[in-house]
């Protein structure tokens, strides 16, 4: 009972900290756009410390205006029980009204600090850091162009019912994620910072589902350069392949 207690302080405390966040980016904005993301993400392991992951998404703003649809495998490699390195490829074609179509192509490598904090049923701590290389592709018109992109996330993942590896639980989910563009790349919403938060159901290990909310920094690049604040609602189902 008193673990659980900690446990329950720690989810509220962390809540506290980012919610009045969220309420600042919000305030200190010009626009406020709401997007809708559903994603489904496809995990294999065919042997040990190698992992596959596929995910395809449709992402879209609410109103209309700006849609976007993704498709990114990827490979993993585990180096030990803390440490993991990333290597993967994106693919992102959107439609957004007033500009040219594009598809980018993203390869990137990353790797993941991965802590669990055992005094409070398995707390996950993440530190996921990666490198972009995005080449985009006018498909309107001619022109391209390429950048690299830094990256950081640092999240927790939070069990409420049950133990972190248990069937049928119940956990809160908690993320800060900043950007770092290094070319002139012209989109409507060019991620700065995200902050989020939400609450995810596992199942068994085959499945789990997620729903997220996060609220972007960021800028529009292609048009006005104005500061906008970006709303993402996002449900995302999770598959892990026997």
Do not use: C
Request: charged fraction near 20%.
């Amino acid at each position: 009972m008193r673990l659980r207690f900690f446990k329950y302080l720690i989810i509220v405390f962390i809540s506290i900290s980012i919610f009045p966040s969220l309420k600042l980016i919000a305030q200190d904005s010009s626009d406020v756009n709401q997007q809708v993301w559903i994603d489904y993400y496809m995990y294999r392991i065919p042997k040990e410390n190698i992992q596959f992951t596929g995910d395809a998404g449709y992402r879209f703003l609410i109103g209309g205006g700006w849609q976007q649809y993704i498709v990114r495998p990827s490979l993993q490699k585990g180096i030990n029980e803390w440490l993991n390195l990333f290597g993967g490829l994106g693919f992102f074609y959107t439609v957004q009204e007033g500009l040219s179509n594009t598809l980018e192509i993203r390869p990137w490598i990353g790797a993941m600090v991965s802590l669990y904090w055992d005094t409070f049923r398995k707390i996950r701590f993440l530190d996921y850091f990666r490198i972009e290389d995005r080449f985009i592709i006018n498909t309107q018109s001619s022109g391209t162009s390429n950048s690299i992109r830094l990256r950081n996330k640092i999240s927790a993942r939070i069990p409420i019912t049950d133990q972190y590896f248990a069937d049928e639980i119940l956990y809160a989910m908690f993320s800060f994620e900043f950007f770092l563009e290094g070319g002139d790349v012209k989109e409507l919403f060019a991620d700065k910072i995200r902050l989020g938060g939400g609450l995810g159901y596992k199942f068994n290990y085959n499945w789990r589902v997620e729903f997220y909310f996060y609220a972007f920094r960021s800028q529009d690049t292609a048009t006005s350069g104005f500061t906008t604040t970006d709303n993402v609602w996002q449900l995302t189902l999770k598959h892990y392949v026997d």
